[in-house]
């Protein structure tokens, strides 16, 4: 996708009138609308210091309303640097292909002169970064029920992006932050700027390195090699964070930091799990499934990408510890996976092949290889 059809395309009438963009391969039909400048700045009051939803490293993110009267979320990118730009067209291309219940779909954008939009629906209960450590969480607790909810469907999001979306998408920015929560707190991972795509017949790339201190896997970290398994790694991390409620990097009161992990696995060793989990749930945790979760969030984490699951074996072991007793389902010959469709899991489940458990398992054998 060449920079310039972005450019264009807010002043194209007949694009606007299609919505659907022709390339050398065919014609696309894009689901997003493209909204005027006027709209936007109509629906956040000019951008007011008041809509601010928050900040992130790209840009600064506004709630609006429309004049249908739907709430949005904007994000306005700061500066127009080649990698803004870059970080808009990636954002627009990909969010434009993935449509899952657990990913933030892309409502919308606009491009015109020195200002890139993007619009998403707003999502009300904002991100589990806020509930897990910001002032959302005196607000509402997450409990644990809906903790593994949330990983779990965060889970079969990135799951989707890299198993069935074509190609496939490596997010490389799995953070708290980037976990949007509804209405009803259901997850929608968001963000999808720093996302990689990776043609089918490749096992990994090596690139610049993006992401978030804390969350990156040290192969990326140090040499910038990236693969599905760098997200399975900050899945990781995120799933000690979302059972113990702390941060991926805390500074000790000495001043020196610690990762979550050096706090996480000698507790671990010792069999300390009630320990493990978030105290402010005052202990109302399933011990076995608290277990499980930790070993898988190991998995995940180990130091070699070879050792780590897969998102499909994370959903799995997933589905199984937390009891929603849905399976991954693979379609023919194994090639075509599908993982918690959007509409019609229940039916998909019932008439689908049920995947074999895979030869990775944490499963009920608790036993922790901390090798
Ligand atoms: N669709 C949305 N609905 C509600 N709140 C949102 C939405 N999108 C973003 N936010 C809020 O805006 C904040 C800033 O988001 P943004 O993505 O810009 O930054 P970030 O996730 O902290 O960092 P990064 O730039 O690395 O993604 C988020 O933490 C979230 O609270
Ligand atoms: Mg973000």
Request: aromatic fraction near 8%.
């Amino acid at each position: 996708m060449k920079l310039c059809n972005f450019c264009c395309l807010s002043n194209s009438k007949n694009y606007a009138a299609n919505n659907s963009l022709v390339a050398s391969s065919g014609i696309y039909e894009y689901p997003w609308e493209i909204f005027s400048l006027k709209e936007i700045l109509h629906a956040t009051n000019n951008f007011h210091d008041d809509n601010m939803l928050g900040e992130g490293g790209f840009g600064t993110v506004y709630w609006g309303r429309t004049a249908a009267g739907s709430e949005i979320a904007v994000k306005r990118l700061k500066t127009m640097t080649a990698m803004a730009e870059m970080e808009f067209v990636v954002e627009v291309e990909v969010l434009g292909r993935v449509r899952h219940k657990n990913l933030l779909g892309l409502r919308g954008y606009f491009a015109g002169g020195n200002e890139r939009l993007i619009i998403n629906d707003y999502m009300p209960n904002r991100s589990l970064l806020s509930h897990l450590h910001g002032h959302n969480a005196d607000e509402v607790l997450l409990n644990w029920q809906m903790r593994m909810r949330i990983a779990l469907g965060s889970a079969e999001g990135i799951a989707y992006l890299h198993h069935e979306a074509s190609p496939h998408i490596i997010h490389r920015d799995i953070k708290a932050s980037n976990v949007l929560l509804d209405s009803k707190f259901r997850p929608k991972v968001a963000d999808f700027g720093f996302a990689k795509l990776m043609p089918d017949d490749v096992s990994h790339l090596t690139t610049r390195v993006k992401g978030t201190l804390g969350y990156l896997a040290p192969e990326y970290a140090m040499w910038g090699k990236v693969s599905e398994g760098c997200d399975v790694y900050s899945f990781g991390i995120l799933l000690f964070e979302i059972v113990s409620g702390r941060k991926p990097i805390e500074k000790l009161p000495t001043g020196k930091k610690r990762d979550i992990l050096q706090w996480a696995r000698p507790l671990m060793e010792q069999g300390k799990w009630d320990q493990l989990a978030d105290q402010r749930m005052g202990g109302l945790v399933d011990l076995t499934q608290l277990r499980s979760v930790l070993v898988l969030a190991l998995k995940c984490t180990d130091g070699n990408p070879d050792n780590r699951p897969t998102m499909i074996e994370v959903v799995e072991v997933l589905r199984r510890e937390i009891g929603l007793g849905l399976r991954v389902k693979v379609k023919g010959e194994g090639s075509e996976v599908k993982v918690g469709d959007n509409k019609k899991e229940e039916e998909e489940v019932e008439d689908g092949v049920m995947v074999d458990t895979p030869s990775y398992s944490v499963g009920r054998n608790l036993a922790v290889d901390m090798r």
